[in-house]
């Protein structure tokens, strides 16, 4: 059974920082493109970060680059995504996202952890 669990959500002040986690079961970890996605209220879902391939190739959306950094380490099958600076504007509820590499129809989604940023 596939299971992709996020943690590390909460309550933090702007220009504070969080660390989400994705712990992936089920699946060959390895051999799957890690990414995070955010949706805030109201809006559409948006990539946030990607890492993929035996390089750990990274990208980000340009709303977050410099302030969030995406790791991953295939021996505890978990993804991380570290967030500094954080802004108001990057409450949202943040989801945990698979795709394979060899087969990109294989699409796997966490159920999502709350980051709200707030004086």
């Known amino acids: 059974q596939v299971q992709l669990v996020e943690s590390g959500g909460g309550l933090v002040q702007p220009g504070g920082s969080l660390r989400l986690s994705c712990a992936a079961s089920?699946?060959?970890?390895?051999?799957?493109?890690m990414s995070w996605y955010r949706q805030a209220p109201g809006k559409e879902r948006e990539l946030v970060a990607r890492i993929a391939g035996p390089g750990a190739i990274t990208n980000y959306a340009d709303s977050v680059k410099d302030r969030f950094t995406i790791s991953r380490d295939n021996g505890k099958n978990t993804v991380y995504l570290q967030m500094n600076s954080l802004k108001p504007e990057d409450t949202a509820v943040y989801y945990c996202?698979?795709?394979?590499?060899?087969?990109?129809?294989?699409?796997?989604w966490g159920q999502g952890t709350q980051v709200t940023v707030s004086s």
């Open positions: 089920g699946f060959t970890f390895r051999n799957y493109a």
């Open positions: 996202h698979a795709q394979s590499m060899y087969s990109y129809a294989l699409v796997y």
